[in-house]
């Protein structure tokens, strides 16, 4: 493998390894070992019935978490392989990204948060790595997943000083001003692009966008032009689908463009040299990042923030606020095991026993919980 990588790449002979020492797999690299052990965990499953942008009942063909992570994977592999970057490695972040996210989206999150707020709050980021370091249960000889150091800096994001302490090795970088590796980068930056292009896709099938408003943005329009022009008859829904496609193709062409240039300018000559970058050295170039943006913030005055959004978002949020309160009154409403757990503890120990098996919900389970929390 170390043959066909970059310098600055991943590499796991030189990795800083795992919590708990195993002895390596027969027939898989490490980072595939990661991979698989995300796939095959019962927090990734749960995705398939979380919400992206639209509930789960609101329809089938809307994208889910699961989806959606699979997309940004795919995204991630594309640029990993073209940079000769670790693509398992790249594939296992991506794939974990999300696996600490609440029921309901952003909005199940906000509110999660705000009921945290006494606590130490809530961000899906740091709950990813709790699910993998302490959540998921499934191996005799350790808790959580065991995962590779660097699958675990890629999976954490973004993190508080204060946070920072409490997370030893994995978030010292945040104290130290470091930069995570460029695969982390990359997994970021898969995200957004991910994110941004198919939600519209789900928002025009919803009909709460128009394809007259979103050629208002020239990363939407000038595709979309294109496609236009070479199939003046094209149905709607292909015209749609050609349209994000070259738009994604556009800005992942660009990404792996811009990313060649910085990494021709800062010469890194190991994975070190990329923490030690000062910034990050995987991105798009200013122009393209001012189209994203510009998107961006389209979604959010249009598809995130329209009124049938928000109604929805007031009803979920209020499914979220009244099962955590009702856990904290009485931890018996909860399976044996939380249960047990919120009784040892007091304070934001029994507020984030709480917090974890209300963010392992998925949409239709919060549902029911909340139906028989409120008869």
Do not use: W
């Not at 052990?37 to 749960?46: E, N, V």
């Not at 993998?132 to 249960?137: K, N, T």
């Not at 982390?184 to 991910?194: H, M, P, T, V």
């Not at 249009?302 to 009124?307: G, P, Q, R, S, V």
């Amino acid at each position: 493998m170390s043959a066909t990588l970059a310098p600055y790449a991943a590499d796991e002979s030189r990795s800083r390894g795992r919590r708990y020492d195993e002895l390596p797999s027969m027939y898989r690299g490490e980072y595939q070992r990661d991979r698989d052990r995300i796939t095959h965990s019962t927090a990734f499953r749960r995705l398939v019935y979380k919400t992206q942008v639209f509930v789960n009942h609101e329809g089938d063909l809307y994208r889910t978490r699961l989806t959606h992570s699979l997309e940004v994977s795919q995204v991630g592999r594309t640029v990993a392989v073209a940079l000769q970057l670790n693509e398992a490695l790249t594939e296992a972040i991506c794939l974990a990204h999300d696996l600490g996210h609440t029921p309901f989206g952003h909005a199940g999150q906000e509110i999660l948060n705000a009921c945290m707020q006494d606590y130490g709050g809530f961000e899906h980021n740091l709950q990813s790595l709790r699910v993998v370091d302490e959540l998921e249960e499934k191996y005799a000889d350790f808790v959580g997943l065991n995962l590779m150091f660097e699958t675990r800096e890629g999976i954490l994001k973004h993190c508080s000083a204060r946070n920072a302490r409490q997370l030893g090795d994995v978030g010292r970088r945040f104290l130290e001003r470091k930069q995570p590796s460029l695969e982390g980068q990359l997994s970021n930056i898969a995200d957004a692009i991910a994110y941004n292009n198919h939600d519209v896709d789900d928002g025009l099938r919803a009909g709460l966008l128009s394809i007259e408003q979103l050629c208002t943005q020239p990363v939407f329009e000038t595709p979309f032009s294109e496609v236009r022009a070479l199939y003046p008859d094209l149905e709607d829904r292909r015209l749609i689908y050609e349209t994000i496609r070259r738009m994604i193709g556009n800005v992942v062409g660009d990404l792996i463009e811009e990313t060649r240039r910085r990494l021709k300018a800062a010469a890194p000559a190991s994975i070190e040299d990329v923490r030690e970058a000062g910034k990050p050295l995987v991105s798009m170039s200013d122009a393209m990042y001012d189209q994203h943006v510009s998107l961006k913030r389209f979604l959010h005055q249009h598809l995130y923030n329209h009124e049938k959004k928000l109604a929805m978002t007031r009803k979920v949020q209020a499914v979220i606020k009244d099962l955590f309160f009702a856990y904290m009154e009485d931890e018996n409403r909860m399976p044996p095991q939380f249960a047990a757990a919120a009784s040892n503890a007091e304070g934001a120990a029994r507020a984030r026993v709480v917090a974890d098996y209300i963010a392992g919900m998925t949409d239709r389970y919060a549902i029911t919980e909340h139906e028989s929390v409120a008869g």
